[in-house]
């Protein structure tokens, strides 16, 4: 296995997996266009094969929930990023609602995975100012661990305390292992 990776033998190896997951994954995804885990493995899959035309068929031929439409666009964005479209693709999740709290979440992930901190920092908080109790606290776990990242330490102490502060109004929690963790951070923060 290293010799090939090490001599360029692992693209071939990632191609067969993409090439197999597209073989079982197609008939169903046909089958299941509401079955938005397929879909999103048989995109990424077309995408890193650049079979983009075919994957931007299985986007629009998607079935989410309604509370789910939000993705398409999610997708569509990933597919031209994958194309090379960087603006192209901001310009596509730029169209998700402020007031959509799951859409702007997962806004956040992409430009934080493209390193647009900024941007990402943004969505994420209107992601948490969207969400309505008992609210989601993924956005503000990513704005903590990138306020770290980014060395910026008071804030990323402000978001592990709205942490705190959320679990104990919205769920009622001051002792669970997530609020010791959250505490844990906060005092490495605090000593570094």
């Known amino acids: 296995g290293m010799y090939r990776q090490v001599h360029g033998g692992g693209t071939y190896k990632a191609h067969s997996d993409d090439d197999w997951i597209i073989r079982v994954c197609e008939p169903y ?11 999103d493995l ?3 899959a077309m995408s890193r094969m650049r079979y983009y035309d075919r994957a931007a068929e299985y986007i629009h031929r998607m079935q989410p929930d309604n509370n789910k439409e939000y993705m398409r666009q999610i997708y569509l964005g990933d597919l031209e990023l994958a194309r ?11 169209t998700i609602s402020r007031e959509n709290s799951r859409g702007q979440y997962e806004v956040g992930e992409r ?7 900024e941007k990402a920092i943004e969505c994420f ?3 948490f100012h969207a969400a309505v109790p ?7 776990f990513s704005l903590a661990f990138l306020y ?3 060395g910026r330490k008071a804030k990323a102490i402000e978001a592990w305390q709205l942490i705190l502060d959320t679990l104990a109004s919205d769920y009622n929690d001051c002792g669970s292992d997530t609020v010791e963790w959250a505490h844990r951070e906060i005092h490495k923060l605090q000593e570094a």
């Open 29 to 39: 995804a046909k089958e299941f266009p509401q079955n938005l885990q397929l879909i």
């Open 42 to 44: 048989l995109v990424e």
């Open 111 to 117: 430009f934080n995975r493209i390193n647009e901190y």
């Open 84 to 94: 090379g479209n960087f603006d192209d693709a901001k310009a596509i999740w730029d």
């Open 134 to 140: 008992p609210r989601h606290l993924d956005a503000v």
């Open 148 to 150: 770290t990242k980014l």
């Open 125 to 127: 908080w209107n992601a």
